[in-house]
């Protein structure tokens, strides 16, 4: 009986250790804290990116979140910029997808509308 527990208790750490994120970053604005997570390393491309966002320590419910993408303009390669709008999961995660055409330090705005009060804006920046 023991070892069947112990089968079990291992089986569902490996299961819960594959389904750790390959990536995650924390992003804060005043008291709105975003914690970025996506489950594969971030590439070239599409990625997907769970939001889990609190303003004042609670979950935002039905807020519109956007995100840019940005690398300012470098020598030999003009400025570039992807949009994308977030899908709310509810209980304040928001999942969204983001393209980045190449590799390098992308500054990342994180826009965050709640129903109510003020709009914020939250900076971080990803590096691949
Ligand atoms: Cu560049």
Redesign the pocket.
Known sequence: MKKILLVLLSLTLTASLLQAAAFEKDAKFRTTKVHISSEKPIGTGSNTFILDITQAGKVPQGAKVSVKAF?PA?PG?PA?KSKANAKDLGNGKYEVTVNVA?G?TWQFHIFITPTEGKKSRVKTSMNF
Request: no cysteine; hydrophobic share 85%.
């Open positions: 690398m470098m390669m570039m190449m390098g």
